[in-house]
């Protein structure tokens, strides 16, 4: 329609999809998706002068996975105008207690939406079409990965994952936090929620703007409480 054309720019071989654009295509489509029984609402956003991520949470469709724990669905936002995959839609699952949520990023390399800055607008709808399937088919294959965390019984040696990574980590933007990570990170856990609780205040260090460290931190918790899950029986 008439709507996406507004937003292309430049030549034949580059789209400008910018950041703006993302944003009015993303509302779009979250309410076309009222119509498949799917409501959200924004849960977080951070944004720099070239890169947006903005996460939207399912409403009334939480699962317990545990005691005081739940996890509800989402979709995240994110735009890099330096980057090819200009508008890319991830699906997600946010961890909830009463008092905060905690935000993770799985490693699945095909998002649920992608449109890359050579693609034409015939492209770029066809996409979009697709978008309540894919989401159904991400749901189907990762919920069982987030509600294995429930059996999650030992939680101490998140320290020790975490502080190798962060000692690992190259990028200044990560680094810089190491010393405050590593306060906020002693003590003895001893239950899912006081471990979300300590996840909740490394998140809380970072600042908004700092994008590829709020990354880095999503992707090990995910990659630490899924894997913590699916092996809590060994």
Do not use: W
Request: hydrophobic content about 35%; charged content about 25%; glycine content about 2%.
């Amino acid at each position: 329609r008439s709507l996406y054309v507004r937003a292309i720019t430049s030549t034949n071989l580059y789209k400008d999809y910018n950041i703006a654009f993302s944003v009015f295509i993303t509302l779009y489509q979250l309410n076309s998706l009222k119509s498949y029984g799917y409501s959200f609402e924004v849960e977080h956003y951070s944004f720099d002068e070239s890169e947006i991520s903005v996460i939207f949470r399912e409403i009334n469709n939480e699962k317990k996975i545990s005691d005081e724990v739940f996890i509800s669905f989402a979709i995240e936002l994110t735009n890099s105008e330096i980057k090819s995959k200009a508008v890319k839609l991830s699906g997600n699952f946010i961890i909830q207690t009463k008092d905060y949520s905690v935000y993770t990023k799985n490693n699945i390399k095909t998002p649920i939406l992608s449109i890359g800055h050579g693609n034409t607008i015939k492209t770029a709808k066809k996409n979009i079409k697709n978008l309540p399937d894919n989401i159904d088919r991400y749901i189907a294959s990762s919920i069982e990965d987030y509600m294995s965390i429930g059996k999650i019984k030992k939680f101490n040696d998140i320290q020790t994952y975490l502080l190798s990574k962060l000692q690992k980590a190259n990028t200044p933007e990560i680094k810089k936090y190491s010393l405050e990570f590593q306060k906020t990170l002693k003590g003895r856990i001893k239950s899912l929620v006081e471990l979300l609780d300590k996840i909740n205040k490394l998140e809380n260090l970072i600042k908004n703007e700092d994008i590829r460290a709020v990354e880095f931190l999503r992707e090990k918790i995910y990659q630490y409480l899924v894997n913590k899950g699916k092996n809590s029986n060994i």
